[in-house]
């Protein structure tokens, strides 16, 4: 790939997120995860003159730094990796309908400081979202890729020229660069988020997870104690509390069944 002009930049990168429908935990398996790094990658050989700068796969999102000639290529690959996973997923979870919340979001990189901005915060989100303590402990990301086996220096080499490191490491601005929009910000692993309003329920009903997975009638109050404070699917609830992921629809469903008219 040879070095495009830096004032092309803008038309050459983009930052993809993709998340799962209601915020659900539609990669909480590493099984799943490695699954949909593999569909992205036999995807980017297909289509040809599309390059993956980074990646990170969380519980219900992924991120993608992507180099393409011709931006329009995108669209065409997260459609067929999109269509592919939800297939992929429904058929190992045994459910139906969408697996992806809409379109994909998308941001168009501006500059070289923001090229490099959004790769150190598509590395950072496991150690946000309290995942692990450092971002080289990841496994679904491509951190390794850069500091470890360096496999993708050559893709920034030919984005910025040699001296990329330096900027990378001299820039004041990096970690503070504005590069998401609000939409993308809203965007996060709620994992901790859901987990700490459980322990709070917990404490207030004296109870424990342990107690909680024994009693239909606590998950269902722990439900509607989550749906107050925070939107989460039945599937991303089963998910935490470690329990069947079809427990919350099967209970729903037997209530209604005993309802006398």
């Known amino acids: 790939m040879s070095?495009?002009?830096?004032?092309?930049?803008v038309s050459k990168v983009i930052h993809i997120v993709t998340k799962g429908i209601n915020r659900e935990f539609i990669f909480y398996k590493n099984e799943y995860k490695e699954k949909y790094i593999s569909l992205v990658n036999i995807a980017i050989k297909e289509l040809a003159d599309i390059n993956l700068i980074a990646y990170c796969i969380m519980?219900?999102?992924a991120h993608f730094l992507i180099y393409a000639e011709?931006?329009?290529k995108v669209?065409?690959?997260?459609?067929?990796v999109n269509t592919?996973?939800?297939?992929?997923?429904?058929?190992?979870?045994?459910?139906?309908?969408?697996?992806?919340?809409?379109?994909?979001?998308?941001?168009?990189?501006?500059?070289e400081i923001h090229l490099l901005a959004c790769i150190n915060y598509i590395h950072n989100n496991p150690v946000k979202a309290g995942l692990t303590d450092r971002m080289e402990k990841y496994k679904y990301s491509s951190y390794q890729l850069f500091f470890c086996?360096?496999?993708?220096?050559?893709i920034l080499s030919s984005l910025l020229g040699d001296d990329w490191k330096n900027l990378f490491c001299n820039s004041k601005n990096i970690e503070d660069y504005n590069f998401i929009d609000e939409e993308l910000r809203d965007i996060k692993d709620d994992r901790r988020k859901i987990e700490q309003i459980i322990s709070e329920?917990?404490?207030?009903n004296k109870t424990s997870i342990a107690q909680i997975k024994r009693s239909n009638d606590l998950i269902i109050k722990l439900k509607k104690y989550l749906n107050k404070r925070h939107r989460v699917s039945n599937k991303s609830i089963c998910t935490i509390l470690g329990i069947g992921k079809n427990r919350i629809s099967w209970i729903e469903k037997r209530a209604k069944k005993t309802i006398k008219y």
Do not use: P, T, W
Not at 75 to 80: A, G, N, Q, S, T
Not at 87 to 92: G, Q, R
Not at 149 to 154: E, I, L, Q, S, V
């Open 201 to 204: 329920f917990c404490d207030e």
């Open 149 to 154: 086996r360096k496999k993708n220096f050559k």
């Open 75 to 80: 669209e065409k690959l997260m459609r067929k």
């Open 3 to 9: 070095r495009i002009a830096r004032k092309n930049i």
């Open 59 to 61: 519980d219900n999102h």
């Open 70 to 72: 011709q931006i329009n």
């Open 84 to 111: 592919s996973y939800a297939i992929f997923y429904n058929f190992h979870e045994e459910r139906e309908g969408y697996v992806f919340s809409s379109r994909y979001h998308s941001q168009l990189i501006e500059n």
